[in-house]
């Protein structure tokens, strides 16, 4: 048969935030035999790195390298039929043979982006290019990360918050050294190190791909999300003390930091324009309270989602944080546990960090920083007494909410806490 019978397969949608993924490792060589439903590559997205699998049988025959950064709908490999053999250097990037009746969608592909970089002369993702024209980011003035030397989305994001920064100023174009890296194809994580100057021996380390998600959310929300936050000290005692009960009935026993998620999820109920974004001059208002914990991984913030957080008891909330937290530390967490996420609780009290304000995870509409529960002098009927305090910090979207929308949130939430019974109901 002819190599126009062949199945193409092309970068999949893992995630439903991912635009284009990065092939981790293949999982079978060229020339291999591979039926419906066998893992054939690592494929690591925005979000998480896991397994695609085969969607038909035949002979694998391998288009992108292991370590290539490819937008969705790219061709990956082809599943020839059985009994093919793949073509010449089967294993590397080879061409596949145009069909007749028109250019491939490889060739239009390239066209489009040899038409797009025409006038900038840099090379950049599909998503990059558009993101810069949508923020009037001359694409010569940015610094390029890609492996292949290619302008990524976090790169034109950062060149757009530097601009903002220092007021319109563009961006420092792209030392050669740096360019030379990136398209050297040095994976992530790898460090190279670079001759000794005024500043000592300088070792370059590449981000993950999920480390530069990060990288590119949060500048995307410093860039694009007018913020503002708001914080109150709550009163813990009671929630301490019932922690304690709790501890010889429940297993395991909720933490504190539970409580507040669950406090959260019934705060969000009362008041749905926090549980929100604002997109494209509307505001969404999602019907489902689905709180996402942060929780650091090795590498990177990881932001595993509890679902329906307020439908949940607070045994269910404990049980749920604590598996999704060790699935993060274990390397196992799944695109769909990070998925869904409608507000975000980022808690560093036990780091013993008092208070801060917390980058909100776009597009939601408000983010909550915990800190550090501490005992501290308060006045109660007129009396110094020693009380348990937290300070928390809401961050939000000045697009959807506004001063007197967060206050009152706030207001509600340390209600619940400061009687925390009603998280048992």
Not at 214 to 231: I, K, Q
Request: net charge negative; charged share 25%; proline share 6%.
């Amino acid at each position: 048969m002819s190599v126009a019978q062949a199945v193409e397969v092309v970068m999949p949608r893992l995630s439903d935030s991912m635009e284009e993924g990065t092939i981790v490792r293949w999982l079978k060589r060229s020339g291999q035999s591979v039926s419906r439903g066998e893992a054939i590559a690592e494929i690591e997205t925005d979000k998480a790195t896991m397994e695609f699998e085969a969607e038909a049988d035949g002979v694998l025959e391998i288009v992108a390298q292991e370590g290539d950064t490819l937008p969705l709908g790219s061709p990956i490999a082809r599943l020839l039929p059985p009994g093919s053999t793949p073509a010449a250097g089967g294993g590397g990037a080879t061409a596949a043979p145009e069909p007749s009746g028109g250019p491939s969608a490889g060739d239009a592909g390239r066209a489009g982006a040899a038409a797009n970089g025409a006038s900038s002369g840099a090379r950049a993702t599909p998503v990059a290019r558009r993101l810069a024209r949508d923020l009037g980011i001359d694409l010569r003035a940015v610094t390029p990360s890609g492996r292949r030397g290619q302008i990524m989305k976090a790169d034109v994001l950062a060149a757009a918050a530097a601009r903002d920064r220092d007021g319109d100023r563009a961006a420092a174009p792209a030392p050669a050294a740096a360019s030379e890296s990136a398209s050297a194809g040095a994976r992530p994580g790898a460090a190279a190190v670079e001759p000794s100057g005024a500043k000592g021996e300088v070792t370059v380390i590449e981000l993950s791909r999920l480390q530069r998600t990060v990288a590119s959310r949060m500048s995307e929300s410093r860039a694009t999300v007018p913020d503002f936050t708001l914080e109150v000290d709550i009163d813990m005692g009671a929630c301490v003390d019932l922690r304690e009960r709790l501890k010889e009935h429940a297993d395991p026993a909720p933490s504190l930091n539970d409580m507040v998620v669950k406090a959260c999820a019934l705060t969000l109920r009362d008041h749905p324009n926090v549980n929100a974004a604002y997109r494209d001059g509307r505001f969404e208002r999602y019907g489902r309270v689905n709180v996402g914990v942060a929780v650091a991984g090795e590498d990177a913030l990881i932001v595993p989602v509890v679902r329906d957080a307020d439908r949940k008891s607070l045994g269910e909330i404990a049980r749920s944080t604590r598996e999704l937290a060790r699935r993060v530390r274990e390397g196992t967490i799944e695109p769909p546990d990070l998925a869904g996420g409608t507000f975000t609780v980022s808690n560093l009290g036990m780091f013993g960090i008092t208070r801060f304000a917390a980058v909100i995870n776009p597009p939601q509409a408000a983010i909550l920083a915990v800190g550090a529960v501490e005992e501290r002098p308060v006045v109660r009927d007129g009396r110094i007494a020693v009380g348990r305090l937290m300070t928390v910090s809401l961050s939000s979207d000045h697009r959807i909410l506004y001063g007197a929308d967060a206050a009152r949130f706030l207001a509600d939430l340390r209600a619940r806490l400061e009687a925390p019974l009603t998280l048992l109901l």
